[in-house]
């Protein structure tokens, strides 16, 4: 059974840095894709950050780039998200996502986390 595994979050001012990261077990596909989504109460799960396990190539939502930089540790199956230079609309809860495409948005994942707070503060 896949598991993921999140940690990190939490509440900071704006322009200051969280990091997330999330840890997945049991999964035995033979591509991986890890990323993060987003999602308010009003709005439909947005991607942020996503990396291909095999080749390194990295997405990234536009309102992050250059902010967020989303990172692999293949032996761990682990990813990490640096958050930097937080905006208070980044506020929201976040979820690890595990699956087989990274280019398919929510569809492309199978697996998620239960989600993490991030709440920033102006």
């Known amino acids: 059974q896949v598991q993921l595994v999140e940690s990190g979050g939490g509440s900071v001012q704006a322009g200051g840095s969280l990091r997330l990261s999330c840890a997945a077990s049991?999964?035995?596909?033979?591509?991986?894709?890890m990323g993060w989504f987003r999602q308010t109460p009003d709005s439909p799960r947005e991607g942020v950050a996503a990396?291909?396990?095999?080749?390194?190539?990295?997405y990234y939502a536009d309102s992050v780039k250059g902010r967020f930089t989303i990172s692999r540790d293949n032996a761990k199956n682990t990813v990490s998200l640096q958050m930097n230079s937080l905006k208070p609309e980044d506020t929201t809860i976040y979820y690890c996502a595990a699956g087989p495409k990274c280019d398919a948005g929510p569809a492309g994942m199978n697996y998620w986390g239960k989600g993490t707070r991030v709440t920033i503060s102006s």
């Open positions: 049991g999964y035995t596909y033979s591509s991986l894709c």
């Open positions: 990396i291909d396990f095999s080749s390194g190539i990295t």
